[in-house]
DNA sequence: CATATTGGGACATATAATGTTCCAGTGGGA
DNA sequence: TCCCACTGGAACATTATATGTCCCAATATG
């Protein structure tokens, strides 16, 4: 059952979606029935037109009777009402949990990849190709895109597919600590690349002291200036993750990581907010710093696998995330805790 | 699995040829890859542009990657080829059977209806649905409809949904032998209420000797009349019998029930077949004979149920029916037998 | 270097979806 | 009994989408 909705969804997406209307006129004239068009389509919030379409095929099926009194199912559709419901369930679960997460995270748009990245490898290539499209959809002439490091942003980086000369991708931090092909700068690399357009690097570790970092930014022009273009880049594109594994990957002060591990379980961009998205500690970097966020045009948040649920839920509710791509077994796990 | 294809195919029966669509393509790039899209449109027999179309989504989806030499399928797309092999090989098995039986019968047009009609009710009112539609689909202002009896005839009586008044419903033969609700003339009259058109009667019994019929006939103009708009109609719409079971529904004589349960499988207006079609008793009744076939404009003809597998292909092989309504289970015995 | 094929792009046209409006019936309530 | 608000059916202009038909620069192959 999963995995023909699994396949459906991948071979033809939009056809749940003429699945999930006419199973919801039909429900709806089953509760309402007899009822007209005009009324159905009042109720359903979709145009009489759409909705005659709708009820012209369910008739033509034999699952809906007309009448002068208006419309009502047959015994047939009844059945099929019962049969679909599940179906249906699973189909519409997602979209439904999708605007569920969208309100209690106060995010515009939560898009939810069916299945679960930590088990299924291919959920997190789908991850990163949905967040890709998404991208591609915002994208425009002359554009600034920051993006973060992870191996969700290199995987989101390896399926963009677009040709933007004119654009520009920029790493929104510094923070040289982690695996090559992880880094920021590389993905910023590997995503301009694959866009046909220029991109902006830096080179600066994370974790300086001021000082030095002072001593950088001086002696470095460029830095100054990429730093600028990350502040008021139009799209802001970035991974979350979990407080505890990234202070242990950036190899932070024993005292520090046992200070983020009680403290605080997601972290993004450096910033590393506890449950209720108040940002308690924050890595010396040059680039993006959380009150950036206004200045930025969209910002798009990507994350997959239960574990990183309650990331997710600091992050968000930390700033203001305009789309948060993430994957069915996430947003299952967000769900109850929230 | 089962299930859920039967619900896509009600709820949403456009979409599976989209789904067999993409698949199709899918499954010739692997098989070409790197392969144009002109090329792949020759190979497909499509258009252009309509692979064009298809291969854009197949790019979107991650499911192609394009180059300079043509398109390749990748890794995630030749797993999926995989999986939908047997999701597609359900959707398109009945498809393709009804091609295969199309040819083998030599008939325009076989429709199947997934399912047993009889094991599952619903699956033979759905026969009648299908069967209702199709005779919409060809109905005109002013034709002449011959119906037949029997139970099949009669459930698609009750679904015909059209509103056609200038249209007449003739029974196509005589023979008041039967259940009332299931001989032709209560069925005509029901199509032509539903229809909203005329219907004539025919008050003849089956099986009355010559002279009888000879005496009925003259002392009756009524009954020339209809047995020539029965010679003429435009639409003949008829079931399919068990040889067997009619001769003894219709209590003939023992030796004649003998005879036809010897020699004949098929039964079909009054007219007995041969597995290998050849018309091998006819009862004595006014209407249709077989030979009126050619003046007749289009022949549909509807059975369902595996054991009437054999019946259904004596019938066809009899005379050129145009359509051929009948399940899935009627289908896959016939296949097995021819 | 020539050639055939590639993907990408553009644009007119055909087809389908949709918005909008009207109509003749027909129940139910006054 | 009459009226009114509702029904389904139909029509038509408008919009969106799909399709057919070219052309182009790039590129692998000989």
New binding site residues.
Partial sequence: MERIIRLQRKIAPDLIAVVEERYNVLKHIQYAQ???????AALLG?????V??DV?FL?EAGLVD??????SVTEEGHNLIAELAQYVGILHGLTKLEAILAEKLGIKQVIIVPGDSELDNSVFREIGRTAASVLTEYLQDDMIIAVSGGSTMAALAETVNA?MPTVTVVPARGGLGEQVEYQANIIAAVMATKLGGRYRLLHIPDGMSEEALEAVRTSDPNINEVADMIKHADILIHGIGEAHTMSMRRSHEPDVVNYIGKNCVGEALGHYFSLSGDCIYTTNSVGFRLNDLAEVGKVIAVAGGQQKAEAIVAVTRAGSQDVLVIDEAAARAIQSII
Same sequence: chains 1, 2.
């Fill in positions: 007899p009822i007209g068009r005009r009324a159905l979709l145009s009489e037109r759409v005659r379409a012209e008739k007309f009448s002068g009194l208006g419309m040709s």
